[in-house]
């Protein structure tokens, strides 16, 4: 059974980083697209990363040159490395598989990010 | 960038068929795919590919695309059925677009 375990979230301050980490179980993360979707509380999801079986790596705009996604096939974990956090990436973080570049199959619980002085 | 709308909210009575629409420029030429989120959980994928249905999804549950608006469209509507539902598209590698999301109220 697939499953998706985020990690990592919590209250920052402007300028911090966090790292955000994503066990996955179930199936091989190497073999499959991951990407990170946000969703600040109460509003709709906002694609954020994507790492592709070929360790192709695409952002959105928004945190492009900030945020850095990964993965550690050994521990089959996907990470998201956000640097120079700003208000507005207060959000839940989600992970999500997708099995083809344009749908996202499965997704984790996520963690919730709050970036305030 | 490209833009996904749809309506705000859509209110059903149990056992009726609720519409949920997704408008974009030429979308019958891209690949619509929807998730539901109930309150305080993850989003599902309940139709991909336009139409296809993962396993799992209710028969109940159906999309379709055609010109400018993609639909999901649900039957025989339950009160479990209640959630926030959001269209998207997969531009490019780098644009993965998601509507605004429609809230579904079961009467």
């Known amino acids: 059974e697939v499953h998706l375990v985020e990690s990592g979230g919590g209250l920052v301050q402007p300028g911090g980083s966090l790292r955000l980490s994503c066990a996955a179980s179930?199936?091989?993360?190497?073999?499959?697209?991951m990407s990170w979707v946000r969703q600040v509380p109460g509003k709709g999801l906002e694609w954020v990363s994507i790492?592709?079986?070929?360790?192709?790596?695409y952002y959105a705009d928004s945190v492009k040159g900030h945020f850095t996604i990964s993965r550690d096939n050994s521990k089959n974990t996907l990470f998201l490395q956000m640097n120079s956090l700003r208000a507005e990436d207060s959000a839940v973080y989600y992970c999500?598989?997708?099995?083809?570049?344009?749908?996202?199959?499965?997704w984790g619980q996520g963690t919730l990010v709050t970036v305030s002085s | 960038s490209y833009v996904l709308t749809q309506p705000p909210s859509v209110s059903v009575a149990p056992g009726k068929t609720a519409r949920i629409t997704c408008g974009g420029k030429?979308?019958?030429?891209?690949?619509v795919y929807w998730y539901q989120q109930k309150p305080g959980q993850a989003p599902v994928l309940v139709i991909y590919?336009?139409?296809d249905r993962p396993a799992g999804i209710p028969e109940r549950f159906s999309g379709s695309n055609s010109g400018n608006t993609a639909t999901l469209t649900i039957t025989r509507v339950e009160a479990g059925d209640e959630a926030d539902y959001y269209c998207?598209?997969?531009?490019?590698?780098?644009?993965?677009?998601f509507g605004n999301g429609t809230k579904v109220t079961v009467l």
């Open positions: 999500a598989r997708a099995e083809s570049p344009g749908n996202f199959d499965y």
């Open positions: 179930g199936f091989t993360v190497s073999n499959y697209y």
């Open positions: 790492i592709h079986r070929g360790n192709n790596t």
């Open positions: 030429n979308i019958a030429n891209k690949s």
């Open positions: 590919f336009d139409s």
């Open positions: 998207q598209v997969w531009e490019s590698s780098s644009d993965y677009v």
